[in-house]
């Protein structure tokens, strides 16, 4: 198998982390005038947890960084942390910063079980400790065309997987998302059948673009984006990128998910980004990028084909959508 490497990044496209910087002491300030309470969902609790400090220290360093969307400018922050899909806490794209509070991630822990030689619960801080952190600006789109330019910190999911040993027989990974009903208001309601799940092919699941992410910005990942550990892949829509992961199974057939078990027409397994496979509903040939005017077009598998099409090498993407 040949050997995946990333792209020549030219260092005047990696953004400086100094901006990141610049925007922590920015809201640091704001928050002492009071400026928190406009923004419940990056309120933190009194009480640090077990994961939280270790890695804000680790944050407040240097971190590895490169630019994986060219040179296109990123979301704004208060753009990509007011404006998401996140029917744990809502089903309105403002919910989710609203009712972030609701988001319990203290204490957290990861099950990954099913075909792995070293299954188990582990303690989030446990994973990080043995995970190297870096930044990557991903393109990010939607499955409702529109799009943003984030700025991920995190580690490959194959890093993970590998220290657990998947067996010959592990050909899909299942991801389950938090299921707390008592504090999370859209769980109370049949939006979904909850927990959320979804799933990723192996090879997909292990290619080195495939993110567990814990931050953006520069900052620990607020709840609204699917804090403490959510999944990044860039060249699939997004409600694949499934937030606030409790467990990781691998298995042996394909999985069923969430959307496909509430609207297989609509919604496919591979998800991924395709201009040319439209959505029953509407056209993906072109998208609405947040905070720009106007429309741009989409790219193939999001920009990445260079990277992720040989995945796919025969498939009828048609019908595998």
């Known amino acids: 198998m040949t050997r995946y490497r990333y792209p020549a990044i030219p260092e005047s496209e990696v953004t400086p982390r100094e901006l990141f910087r610049q925007r922590r002491r920015f809201i640091q300030a704001g928050a002492a005038l009071g400026a928190a309470a406009l923004a419940p969902g990056l309120l933190l609790s009194p009480t640090a947890h077990a994961w939280r400090g270790g890695l804000e220290e680790r944050l407040a360093g240097e971190l590895p960084s490169q630019s994986l969307a060219g040179d296109e400018s990123l979301t704004a922050f208060r753009d990509a942390t007011t404006y998401n899909n996140f029917y744990e806490l809502g089903t309105r794209k403002s919910d989710p910063e609203v009712y972030a ?3 319990r991630t ?3 822990s990861v099950t990954i079980e ?3 030689e070293k299954p188990g619960t582990f303690a989030l801080e446990d994973i990080l400790a043995g995970q190297s952190l870096e930044e990557r600006i991903y393109r990010m789109r939607c499955v409702e065309a529109w799009s943003m330019v984030i700025p991920w910190i995190g580690f490959p999911l194959a890093d993970l997987l590998k220290r657990h040993g998947p067996t010959s027989r592990a050909k899909y990974v299942v991801f389950e998302s938090i299921l707390d009903p008592d504090n999370l208001r859209g769980q109370r309601r049949s939006i979904i059948e909850w927990p959320y799940r979804e799933g990723l092919r192996i090879d997909e699941a292990m290619h080195p673009l495939t ?3 814990v931050g953006m910005y520069g900052e620990v990942m607020p709840n609204q984006n699917g804090a403490p550990i959510r999944l990044v892949v860039p060249w699939k829509y997004g409600f694949k990128s499934i937030k606030s992961v409790v467990k990781i199974r691998l298995v042996e057939e394909q999985p069923s998910t969430s959307w496909i078990d509430q609207n297989p027409s ?11 496979v439209d959505h029953p509903r509407w056209s993906q040939a072109r998208e609405r990028r947040i905070g720009e005017s106007g429309r741009r077009e989409t790219l193939m598998f999001n920009g990445y084909a260079d990277e992720v099409a040989e995945l796919y090498a025969g498939m009828d993407l048609n019908k595998h959508f």
């Open 101 to 103: 509070h609701q988001l």
């Open 106 to 108: 203290d204490p957290w």
């Open 266 to 276: 609509e919604y496919g397994f591979y998800a991924n980004v395709n201009p040319e």
């Open 114 to 116: 099913g075909e792995v």
């Open 211 to 213: 993110l567990l992410s």
